[in-house]
């Protein structure tokens, strides 16, 4: 029997070689996977942006008085009235939902399909890494023999490689 060839590996997780490609302990066989690409996965802003609005809202209302002043304390010799709290308070989420709409990144995603269904067997920040996997995973079908006429992307995939029996 002759071994199967290693097109690639990232020395940890993911290995494609002429007729396998393995992710940690799952073994996809080339012959089963009937399409294969590179999926973007955009990244939720939703939170952060509802997060600002709130604290953008907070600064309003502390900055207009609309509290009352029985909310009124005291934080060692320092009066804290309620409409300088929340002002605080919406400046402090405010500055939470702008950092989580600056740092939070898309993700890319190595999308197999086959007889069960789509999965996303490789999801990485690194578009590169990615790329990497699915460039071998073209390889291993050229060396097999497979050929991949490029179809129409998914408005969410980029690249997406299907294979005609």
Same mark, same amino acid.
């Given at each position: 029997?002759?071994?199967?060839?290693?097109?690639?590996?990232?020395?940890?997780?993911?290995?494609?070689?002429?007729?396998?490609?393995?992710?940690?302990?799952?073994?996809?066989?080339?012959?089963?996977?009937?399409?294969? =690409?590179?999926?973007?996965?955009? /990244?939720?802003?939703?939170?952060? +942006?509802?997060?600002?609005?709130?604290? $953008? !809202?907070? @600064?309003?209302?502390?900055?207009?008085?609309?509290?009352?002043?029985?909310?009124?304390?005291?934080?060692?010799?320092?009066?804290?009235?309620?409409?300088?709290?929340?002002?605080?308070? =919406?400046?402090?989420?405010?500055? /939470?939902?702008?950092?989580?709409? +600056?740092?939070?990144?898309?993700?890319? $995603? !190595?999308? @197999?399909?086959?007889?069960?269904?789509?999965?996303?067997?490789?999801?990485?920040?690194?578009?590169?890494?990615?790329?990497?996997?699915?460039?071998?995973?073209?390889?291993?079908?050229?060396?097999?023999?497979?050929?991949?006429?490029?179809?129409?992307?998914?408005?969410?995939?980029?690249?997406?490689?299907?294979?005609?029996?």
């Amino acid at each position: 029997m002759i071994p199967d060839k290693i097109i690639y590996t990232d020395g940890r997780d993911v290995t494609v070689t002429n007729s396998d490609l393995k992710v940690k302990n799952h073994l996809y066989n080339l012959n089963g996977i009937l399409r294969h =690409g590179l999926t973007r996965l955009r /990244a939720n802003r939703i939170p952060g +942006i509802l997060l600002f609005i709130f604290g $953008a !809202v907070l @600064i309003k209302l502390g900055m207009m008085e609309i509290f009352p002043s029985t909310y009124n304390f005291y934080l060692g010799d320092t009066l804290i009235t309620s409409n300088v709290f929340a002002a605080w308070l =919406g400046v402090g989420m405010a500055l /939470a939902g702008t950092l989580q709409i +600056i740092f939070v990144r898309d993700r890319y $995603a !190595v999308s @197999i399909s086959t007889a069960e269904g789509e999965k996303k067997v490789v999801v990485s920040r690194h578009r590169e890494y990615v790329t990497q996997i699915v460039e071998a995973l073209n390889q291993a079908y050229r060396e097999i023999g497979f050929h991949f006429p490029f179809s129409l992307p998914d408005k969410n995939r980029e690249e997406v490689y299907e294979r005609r029996a």
